[in-house]
Every structure is written in C-alpha cells, then in structure tokens.
C-alpha cells in the first residue's frame, strides 16, 4: 500500500484521496487570480488577505466538489470577497490546463515553501502572502465554510500580531502564535524561522519541545524523500525518536515493517504496527486498526520460511 494511501485511510480525510466523488457543476465562479505577484499587490492595494487554493483543477474530485459546493455559490463571494484575494495554484495533469499555469515554478516553490501535499489544500495569508491557517474540503455548503475560514482567520490574528509586532515585543507574543503555527503546520515555512529560533531559545519548555518535534519531523521527511530508501536510517530514527507521532511518523513505520519482515526482523515489525495503533490518530478509526491488525496476524503466522535475506536466490530457511 501506498503511503499516500495509507495517510488517507488513516487520518479518514478525503483530502488526500484522487477524484472519486462527483464534483456538482460551478454556478459563478470567483474572481480567481492565478499570477501569484499580481495577487500580492491586489491584496496590499485592497487591505486584504489572500485566500490561496493550491488545487488540482483536471483530475482531484474533492477540490471540483469544494469549487461547486462553496467557491463558485453566490453567497460566499459575497462575504470573503469583503475580506480576500484569491489566488487558485493549480497543478493539472493535462498539458491543455498546464498550458493556463502562470508559473509552473513559482508555484511549486509556494507548494514547497508552505508543505502542501494534499489537494484541495486552501491557505489564508496577509497581503505579503505569510500563511496564517490551513484548510481543505469541508461539508456544508458556503455557509458552514464562511464560518469556519472565520473561525481560522480569527485565531490566525495571533501570527499576523506577532508579524507586525516590534522585535522587543515578539517574544511576548510568541506563545500564542506558535501554538497556531504548530497546529496548521507551518512551522516550516521560511519566514518563519525567525520565530523557530526565538522559541527555541525561549526558556518555554513547551515551545523547545514543539520546535524539536518540528525539526524531527523535518528529519523524518528528509529520510522518507530521499530518492533511495535508507531503511536502516529510517528504522534508528524511529527507534531514536519513540514519542514522535503524526501521519509522517505511521507512513514511515509502515514502510519500515514491510522491510524490517523482509530482512528477517519480525519482531521489530510487530513492534512498529502496534505502535501504530496506539497513535491518537487511530483512535476510533476501525478501518485503519482493521488495515494493521491483518499485517501483525500475517506476521504473527508467518513461519519465517522461505525468505532470500543475503540474496544469493537460495532461501536461508
């Protein structure tokens, strides 16, 4: 199984899945930017924000559903538009909608910079394009998604506080805001590490800890897409880091007790699907406990015969 598959099973989230649902057909739709530099400018000329859909407009269902069931009624332009800019970062697959792509590079650097990896995946940012929350699909209807990108815009005013604060009053500020940056993520992005370092330094307990999990977490990342696999790397990253946990850490212990059965460490495999189980983001998912339940029965009844591990094509039991 893949492992954008298994983060979808898991954490239940049709953000991650392809383009299953039926998307309803777009009645108006909005104003979108596709220039990210235009958008910059309209959003600081306006004293808006910018609400940013990083989307895939030729092949991801769910981001077709979040356009005909919110975008594109009426009634939600009449009220963000009060508030945003929007700015619509595509990544199709036909060369057609590529062709309609502005800047193929510079979005990729924003999908980078601001660790989008599912679509849809819509950001709220100030005008200077700094992101503030992250979102995605969400039932409901325009009216249920105003109140929500409400909801993430008001809590978002802690970073926006702590952006145009003075440098000798940051460190008052930090707390608060970097509890919401943890929690949408966005530790990672670039103009941000200012505040990595000042939480770092803080003397918080509660930050220090945030910011190493975060740098953990980028380890982990960094392990998990290097373009060979270093499993023996991987698996002393999760055996160095035990309390680590989140959907990066379950795809990495799933990827790694498929290799650990295959080289003859079937215990340490065991070890790595029940801690998976134990993370909070299994909690009351049965499908996900279904999924990793049948992988420690196989290994469970799995006699350890027949398995090549030196690889001469000679079985070693």
């Not at 943890?182 to 220090?208: C, I, R």
């Not at 279904?290 to 196989?298: E, F, H, V």
Request: charged share 25%; with cysteine.
């Amino acid at each position: 199984m893949s492992m954008i598959i298994l983060t979808a099973l898991l954490a239940c989230s049709p953000l991650t899945v392809g383009d299953e649902p039926t998307a309803p057909v777009a009645s108006q739709p909005l104003p979108w930017v596709m220039d990210i530099s235009i958008a910059k400018e309209l959003a600081r000329k306006e004293g808006k924000d910018i609400l940013i859909n990083f989307t895939g407009s030729d092949w991801c269902g769910w981001c077709k559903r979040l356009d005909g069931e919110v975008f594109s009624v009426p009634s939600f332009h009449e009220s963000a538009g009060k508030q945003y800019i929007y700015l619509y970062l595509d990544f199709p697959r036909s060369e057609e909608a590529r062709a309609k792509v502005i800047d193929e590079a510079l979005n990729s650097k924003s999908r980078e910079e601001i660790g989008v990896s599912v679509f849809p995946t819509v950001i709220l940012a100030d005008s200077q394009m700094r992101p503030y929350a992250r979102t995605g699909y969400l039932e409901g209807g325009p009216e249920t998604y105003l109140e929500h990108i409400a909801e993430l815009r008001g809590s978002g005013q802690k970073i926006k506080a702590l952006l145009s604060a003075k440098e000798e009053q940051q460190q008052g500020l930090l707390a608060g805001a970097f509890s919401v940056l943890a929690e949408h993520k966005l530790l990672g992005y670039p103009g941000f590490n200012k505040f990595l370092d000042m939480a770092s330094k803080s003397g918080d307990q509660k930050l220090v800890k945030m910011v190493a999990q975060h740098r953990s977490l980028s380890d982990l990342m960094a392990l998990m897409n290097s373009q060979k696999q270093d499993y023996p790397a991987l698996v002393k990253f999760l055996k160095d880091n035990p309390d680590l946990q989140g959907p990066e850490v379950l795809n990495a212990l799933w990827l790694s007790h498929g290799w650990l059965h295959e080289s003859g460490e079937k215990e340490v495999a065991m070890q790595f699907l029940n801690r998976m189980l134990a993370d909070p983001l299994l909690e009351g998912n049965e499908q996900g406990q279904k999924m990793i339940g049948a992988a420690l029965k196989r290994l469970d009844e799995d006699p350890e015969v027949g398995h090549d591990h030196d690889g001469d094509g000679v079985p070693d039991h």
